[in-house]
């Protein structure tokens, strides 16, 4: 089998592992893409070793998306005004809006945050009126909470901005530029939940970074 065998051979495994579309609302859970991207998934995309140098351009590009460029961009995507919702909440409630209605535990796992934070954001949402809680269907002590007509609205219209402004983003690249770039963010976004996974499950504790500075008091 020729190098040309190799490429089209890792080709159909990067097609055979791709996660399915997103959902109308344009989200898309980090839990479900999990299974598409298994431990072994660096050995079949035959990426080998990183050097330090390219790690690090990830990085940086990574950091400045989330430094200014994102940040400058918020307002075109969730809209402006003392009533706009920010990134955070916009998320919790396109979550809320896949699904027709979420136990609080679920929804906390799926969006990979403390109960209490949901809790409280949900408590906002309900406030703005774009969710409401209702009891459990099958557990009349539980509490599910389910997006209101108002959410969902407010939930398909920030979708519809969100493809005018990143259509604005990527319109100097081609076709197969853009699917080459939404498979590579893919590929990174389950490696970095794979990496938390592990990290979570072997209670490894974030280290104290600033102790092991030398003349760090």
């Not at 995309?45 to 690090?56: F, H, R």
């Not at 998320?91 to 945050?113: E, N, Q």
Request: hydrophobic share 35%.
């Amino acid at each position: 089998m020729g190098d040309d065998d190799c490429v089209l051979q890792g080709d159909d495994e990067r097609r055979k592992m791709r996660p399915p579309r997103l959902e109308s609302n344009g989200w898309r859970p980090l839990a479900s893409l999990h299974r598409y991207w298994p431990s072994h998934r660096w050995e079949i995309m035959g990426t080998g070793q990183l050097d330090d140098e390219l790690m690090q351009r990830v990085f940086d590009a990574w950091r400045e998306l989330r430094r200014g460029a994102v940040r400058k961009t918020n307002a075109h995507f969730y809209g402006s005004g003392p009533d706009a919702l920010d990134p955070a909440q916009m998320d919790i409630l396109d979550v809320i809006t896949s699904r027709p209605r979420w136990r609080m535990s679920r929804l906390a796992r799926a969006l990979y945050l403390d109960p209490s934070t949901v809790t409280r954001s949900v408590d906002r949402l309900a406030e703005y009126g774009l969710v409401t809680r209702v009891p459990a269907a099958d557990d009349g002590r539980g509490v599910q909470v389910r997006a209101t007509p108002s959410g969902r609205a407010l939930s398909k219209t920030v979708a519809q901005r969100r493809r005018v402004v990143m259509g604005k983003i990527l319109h100097d690249l081609s076709r197969d530029e853009c699917e080459n770039l939404a498979e590579a963010l893919e590929t990174l976004v389950g490696g970095v939940s794979a990496y938390a996974e592990q990290l979570e499950s072997a209670h490894v504790e974030p280290p104290v970074l600033l102790k092991a500075v030398p003349g760090a008091e």
